[in-house]
């Protein structure tokens, strides 16, 4: 079948998620149905013989496969395979015969399938890691597991909040595969400090897991200089386009940079080379699978310890809207990534403008670990994370989940837990502020402490208070059947409402004045807010109108400025309201009177999203383009963010695209008194637009000059 035929089947024959509209996707049930028809009756050698983009990262995928096993199953309608999957010889057969199996083919055999089917293929085959910390009961990845991984975030990447962030969800149990820090400040400075911290954890207290900070691999092996680093990280795509955005090279180099760390740690999630411009026609379930192939690849050629994490639901409706959806898309992805032989859990969320209900969310996840049998999920302190702002699994809820479902954690981490005390000698949970001090202790004794026991659980408790008074939940244990204490419960219902008017405020008139000698008001091709948060691609473009007012604008101006400033409400105008007073003008005063002259015309954008920034560099071709806009909703804190990029080529020419990749940008985020302070952000901006201007790059353009 012709390449461009196979894509609109495979896009029709999904099962209805927003983000496929974008690739041929359709709402029309029986134009579904059609197509889930055509699939089955399809060959895997048919699938395997399309190229379904023409790049490295298909050249991989195929080079990849066992072509023995290949050849035995390329006679199999996709309708045979299904049969074959669901029968009681499924399991051994995927164990012969899976890597022969295409990534599409198995994109392919997910979409004809119901969801009961899914869940009876996701709970029937499970790929433990070798020596993971329990052969003699619960290994990583076994049908008896069910783990986690910690995520210790702090919105200013505090060593104190981390830190007995990660002792608190030691003492829910939490934290068997991997104790995983995502970085507010994603400089080298943070990422070897955060590094070191984890690694103390994990030594001090000698736990039989690993840890990893969540940078991209290139500033990760930079860090090697400095410190130890456990496990990399990296974000995969499904097309070379997609790895290229976000790391700034393609499979092979992605393959050069894994083979310098112990294991690998990839993430994924549907809709995210969608929203980014790099599907190339592909829809987001198949993309998915070409993410796994490419971990299946790596796997193969390091044999290094490796875990995927589908982190569903964390772009927002776009994607897809209904928990319904979120659902589907968790069963498509487990049963995807366990054909291809992987260890995956899922990161079960959602964004606070998604718009699903804490209380709903904590349902679909027992649903999702009783029908997808994940080998973990995330686990923070409180559902809401208090650095990316979405919401997710809290440390409560794993006691509960773990027991669900009969399963365990780790052996040997648990073992661990009862010999320090994190769990009670029974292995129970037992969670309160004194255990916390109890193990606070001990880690700050292994770093040769001389106070006394009863000091340093004194200190953990003032601490713990503090963290208290900084809205961080933490320390307040559980109220019956380790549910959330009412309080608790208010405080995320205030984070839920907090975060829905966040996203519908408006900019305040009377900072841009204070701000913005001569304020340029533009708008995006979004019709209303409605539709910005829907469909964002609507907000990452001028409209028609504002596009021909810039270009007038331009024309007047009588020297072209090397800087121009932009500033847009994104996702939380309310951040504009509260810090741009803070960091805009004492920028434009270490500005003033220097070489690197502004813009007197700020462009202020409503309805904006980040490539908005891009699109007014394009129209106005300044050298640097410094992009101010609201985040992260749903953190209770009013996150800035500042996005700056450099737009011109060495050749003078300028670079700047509405469909540019990210990764050429760099960015500030979490701004705000309790993260990175306005003024250390003025001067962090300020120091970036020298160096940029400098060595004519940002993002992965200026770490490679």
């Not at 990893?212 to 990399?232: E, F, I, N, P």
């Not at 949970?429 to 340093?456: C, F, H, M, N, W």
């Not at 690197?596 to 394009?618: K, M």
């Amino acid at each position: 079948m012709e390449a461009n035929s196979l894509l609109s089947l495979f896009a029709q024959a999904n099962a209805f998620k927003e983000g496929d509209m974008l690739v041929g996707g359709t709402q029309d049930e029986l134009t579904r149905e059609i197509a889930r028809g055509r699939i089955s009756d399809l060959s895997i050698g048919q699938i395997a013989n399309t190229d379904f983009v023409e790049d490295r990262l298909t050249e991989i995928l195929s080079k990849s496969l066992n072509r023995k096993a290949l050849k035995e199953i390329s006679h199999l309608r996709i309708s045979e395979l299904k049969s074959i999957l669901l029968s009681e010889k499924g399991p051994d057969w995927v164990k012969i015969y899976a890597t022969g199996l295409p990534s599409e083919a198995i994109a392919a055999v997910v979409k004809v399938m119901s969801d009961s089917e899914l869940s009876q293929v996701a709970t029937s085959i499970f790929n433990p890691i070798p020596n993971s910390f329990g052969d003699f009961g619960a290994a990583i990845g076994s049908a008896r597991h069910f783990g986690s991984r910690i995520q210790p975030n702090s919105p200013g990447d505090e060593e104190d909040e981390i830190l007995l962030s990660t002792l608190e969800g030691l003492c829910y149990g939490c934290g068997d595969v991997i104790i995983g820090l995502n970085p507010a400040s994603d400089d080298l400075e943070t990422i070897v400090r955060t590094e070191k911290l984890l690694q103390n954890i994990v030594e001090r207290l000698q736990l039989p897991t690993r840890f990893c900070v969540l940078s991209d691999m290139v500033k990760q092996r930079s860090a090697m200089a400095h410190t130890k680093v456990d496990v990399g990280f990296q974000s995969l795509a499904g097309t070379s386009k997609g790895l290229e955005g976000m790391l700034g090279c393609d499979v092979d180099e992605l393959l050069d940079l894994c083979r310098y760390f112990e294991g690998l740690y990839f993430e994924t999630g549907q809709g995210s080379e969608v929203t980014n411009g790099a599907a190339q026609g592909v829809d987001m379930v198949t993309l998915e699978a070409r993410c796994y192939g490419l971990a299946r690849y790596i796997k193969q050629e390091t044999g290094k310890w490796m875990i995927v994490n589908d982190v569903a639901g964390f772009i927002g409706p776009e994607v897809f809207s209904t928990g319904a959806q979120l659902r589907r898309a968790c069963l498509e992805d487990t049963v995807m990534s366990k054909l291809h032989g992987l260890v995956m859990g899922l990161d079960v969320c959602s964004t606070f403008h998604m718009g699903i209900h804490p209380s709903e969310l904590q349902q679909l996840t027992t649903e999702i670990v009783q029908l997808a049998a994940p080998a973990y999920l995330m686990a923070v302190a409180g559902k809401a994370d208090p650095m990316l702002g979405y919401l997710t699994t809290s440390y409560r809820e794993h006691p509960r989940l773990r027991k669900s479902s009969g399963k365990m954690v780790s052996s040997a981490f648990q073992k661990r837990l009862v010999e320090i005390g994190a769990l009670t000698e029974e292995g129970n949970t037992d969670p309160s502020a004194d255990r916390i001090a109890k193990l606070y202790s001990q880690y700050i004794k292994a770093g040769v402490e001389k106070r006394t026991t009863e000091d340093l659980e004194l200190e953990a408790k003032k601490k713990i208070k503090n963290l208290h008074e900084k809205g961080c939940d933490l320390g307040f244990g559980v109220s019956n059947q380790n549910e959330d204490p009412d309080f608790v419960t208010k405080r995320l219902d205030g984070l839920f409402s907090h975060a829905r008017k966040a996203l519908f405020a408006g900019l305040d008139a009377a900072v841009i004045r204070d701000c913005c000698e001569s304020p340029v008001y533009v708008h995006t091709e979004s019709k209303d807010r409605e539709d910005y948060l829907a469909h964002p691609g609507s907000g990452e473009k001028i409209s028609k109108e504002s596009t021909q007012e810039l270009i007038k604008l331009d024309k007047e101006l009588p020297i072209k400025p090397k800087i121009q400033f932009v500033i847009s409400d994104g996702l939380n105008a309310n951040a504009i309201s509260e810090h741009l007073r803070q960091v805009l003008p004492a920028l434009k005063k270490s500005l003033y009177g220097t070489h690197f002259n502004y813009s007197r015309h700020d462009i202020i954008v409503r309805n904006g999203r980040v490539r908005a920034g891009y699109h007014i560099g394009q129209i106005l071709q300044p050298d640097l383009i410094v992009h101010f806009i609201g985040e992260r909703p749903g953190t209770g804190l009013n996150q800035l963010s500042t996005y700056i990029t450099y737009g011109k080529s060495p050749e003078g020419f300028s670079i700047f695209d509405p469909d540019m990749d990210h990764s050429l940008t760099t960015a500030v985020c979490g701004i705000h008194p309790q993260g990175k302070s306005p003024q250390s952000a003025a001067q962090e901006i300020l120091r970036i637009i020298a160096k940029a201007i400098e060595m004519r790059g940002t993002g992965v353009r200026l770490g490679k000059v």
